[in-house]
């Protein structure tokens, strides 16, 4: 009886550090493959904004550079969602979390910017979020509706609860108090569903 109650609590013991162990493991290698990928968007985002600088003084066409930032925004869109889907409580993840939300704010930027200068048949689209927010994630669903229907729509995504001034500065400038969300063409909405945030978008681009 007594070995066999040492075999039960050793198998115990092995069974939670096997899990632990590769509970670990795998956050680790995520962590890993986020940095690595932040960087290589973190390249993409800094030759973007050159062109963008490059543009501002000269007649230059722009859908080129359109069609890159929407390979970039879907990429920052599927960052941003792995790293919701980590969440650990490290000064390491939200290191991570908050260059990857840095990220999306300069692409965004530069998306807006490149709409009002030289090509308006995108739509950026900043997303405001937060964690544990069940209509975030409806309204992501939407979100990932619209951008399947219309190639032109750009989206980025922010945490509401990222402790950075630039974040607190974009919810002070568009009166965002709740979540989720969205800053569409310099006005701010609240949760929309489908058809109506369909009717949002093609009043701005061509549908």
């Not at 009886?1 to 075999?7: E, I, L, S, Y």
């Not at 359109?66 to 919701?84: E, F």
């Not at 949760?191 to 009717?199: H, I, M, Q």
Request: glycine share 4%; net charge negative; hydrophobic share 40%.
């Amino acid at each position: 009886m007594q070995k066999t109650m040492t075999f039960l609590v050793l198998m115990s013991v092995f069974i939670f550090a096997a899990g632990f162990l590769s509970g670990y493991f795998l956050e680790r290698t995520g962590m890993l493959y986020a940095q690595s990928s932040i960087e290589e968007l973190s390249n993409e985002v800094e030759s973007m904004q050159l062109q963008q600088l490059f543009i501002a003084g000269e007649e230059v066409d722009c859908r080129l550079m359109a069609s890159t930032m929407g390979s970039m925004s879907y990429h920052l869109w599927d960052m941003v969602n792995q790293l919701k889907e980590m969440s650990p409580d490290t000064q390491e993840f939200y290191d991570l979390k908050r260059k990857a939300d840095y990220l999306s704010i300069r692409s965004w930027i530069s998306a807006r910017t490149i709409r009002e200068k030289c090509y308006s048949d995108i739509l950026p689209i900043l997303f405001v979020y937060s964690v544990n927010c069940p209509e975030c994630n409806w309204q992501d669903q939407v979100l990932q509706t619209i951008k399947s229907r219309h190639e032109g729509v750009l989206v980025y995504a922010i945490d509401y609860y990222l402790d950075e001034d630039i974040v607190r500065l974009i919810r002070d400038a568009y009166s965002i108090d709740s979540t989720p969300s969205m800053i569409i063409n310099r006005e701010a909405y609240g949760y929309t569903d489908t058809e109506e945030l369909e009717g949002i978008v093609c009043s701005f681009i061509e549908c």
